[in-house]
Structure formats: structure tokens, C-alpha cells
């Protein structure tokens, strides 16, 4: 049963500190999305991998968030220097391949808490 | 831009009880429309889903018809189950076909 694992679940941090969260994108799927989940938000887009090539961080906070893919089994967001206001739910999903990438499988999340 | 908007919940019912869960969306063309969804603890998962007008998507005894005229996509099911206790996005396709625009979520509990 193919799945997108996330690592780690859980992580609580102090406000400074660099955050990495990793994603395994299900074997042989091309696109890859990172997601922050929020109570005030909801789920908001933060980037979108293709080949391992980001088209879209529009939606990432560049001062301090990074996002890339080293390859095609691993994806990763960092928060450099992490704040109490980036307390969220990050989800990577993944898609399969093919022109319309219509069904993204997600991931169980990361659960960040930043004091 | 695109934009998804649901009922606000939270949506409690008995066991057994028909469900509706609104879903009207904005949007240029004719996007995939879905819902997903998140159980406690969990990713979103896929439902359902309906790729163009008047198509129903159907999954797990849930139901959601494309309405183009309306542009709603609701979430039906005649009878919920203590186990369908979750929160449900409704969710539409840009027309490039690569970012999914999500609704707040509707949190349904469904008491025994």
C-alpha cells in the first residue's frame, strides 16, 4: 500500500531554531506539494515541486522558509529561524504523473510547535 | 481568483442521519472539483471526485454532483456512521491542472 510518509510527526521547537521536515513522495509520482494547515488559515499551498523543479512558492514565506528536492525520493521544507506563529500542520502530498496531476495523495503531517 | 466555500461547522448528527455539506465554489471554466477527507490525526484522504458539469463523484456511500448552473458541488450521504466523524474540504482544480484551491473544512461528528 503505497503512502506518503512524512518525518517527523511531531516536532516542538524554540523560536530561532532551524526546522527541517522531510517527505517521501510515493514511488514514481512526479509532483509534489507542501501545505500548512492553520485554524485561522486552513490548509494554504506553500510550493509545488514537478520533476523535482519548483514552479510555484508563491505561497512560502521567503525570508525564512525553504523548500527543494534533492531528489526524487525526498522532499524538504526548512524554517530558518522558526516563530510562534509558524504552529501548523505541514502536509506534503504527492500526485501521479501525467498532464493533469488531479489526485494528490497527502501525507499524516508534521505537527510543529514553536515556543 | 478561485475560491471554495462550505458551510461552517461543526455539523453534529445521530447515527443514521441524511447528511448535506454545502460546497459552492468561483472559478473561471470548468474546473475538477473534489472533497477530501481528514480523519483525527490524519492527511486528507480523496473521496470523491467529479472532473466536468452534471457528473456525480460517489465513494463510501457519499455523493456529490457537479452543478455548473449553481456551482455548488455538495456532499451528500443518506446515512451517516459514528466512523464518518471527520472533517471534510471541499476542494476545485485550477484550470492548468495543477493546484487545488481547498475550502475552510466542515467538521462532522456523528453521535451513536
Known amino acids: 500500500d503505497a503512502r506518503v510518509t512524512q518525518t517527523p510527526r511531531h516536532k516542538v521547537t524554540e523560536m530561532g531554531q532551524e526546522v527541517t521536515m522531510r517527505c517521501q513522495p510515493i514511488?514514481?509520482?512526479?509532483?509534489v506539494f507542501w501545505y500548512r494547515q492553520t485554524m485561522m488559515q486552513g490548509l494554504e499551498l506553500l510550493a509545488y515541486f514537478r520533476n523535482r523543479a519548483p514552479l510555484d512558492d508563491s505561497g512560502m514565506p521567503k525570508d525564512r522558509f525553504s523548500a527543494e528536492m534533492p531528489d526524487a525520493t525526498l522532499a524538504t521544507l526548512k524554517i530558518q529561524p522558526s516563530e510562534p506563529r509558524d504552529s501548523a500542520v505541514y502536509f506534503c502530498?504527492?500526485?501521479?504523473?501525467?498532464?493533469?496531476?488531479?489526485?494528490?495523495?497527502f501525507g499524516p503531517g508534521t505537527r510543529l510547535l514553536v515556543l | 481568483g478561485n475560491s471554495v466555500t462550505q458551510m461552517e461547522g461543526p455539523v453534529t448528527l445521530s447515527e443514521e442521519a441524511f447528511l448535506t455539506i454545502n460546497c459552492t465554489y468561483t472559478?473561471?471554466?470548468?474546473?475538477?472539483l473534489f472533497w477530501y477527507v481528514q480523519y483525527p490525526g490524519e492527511g486528507l484522504q480523496l473521496l470523491l471526485k467529479?472532473?466536468?458539469?452534471?457528473d456525480k463523484g460517489s465513494n463510501k456511500g457519499f455523493e456529490a454532483t457537479y452543478r455548473k448552473e449553481t456551482t455548488s458541488f455538495h456532499l451528500e450521504k443518506g446515512s451517516v456512521q459514528v466512523s464518518d466523524s471527520a472533517v471534510y474540504f471541499c476542494a476545485l482544480l485550477n484550470n492548468a491542472g495543477n493546484m487545488l484551491t481547498f475550502g475552510g473544512g466542515t467538521r462532522l461528528m456523528v453521535k451513536p
Open positions: 502530498a504527492s500526485g501521479l504523473p501525467g498532464p493533469l496531476e488531479e489526485t494528490q495523495y
Open positions: 472559478a473561471t471554466g470548468y474546473p475538477s
Open positions: 514511488l514514481g509520482h512526479n509532483t
Open positions: 467529479a472532473t466536468k458539469a452534471d
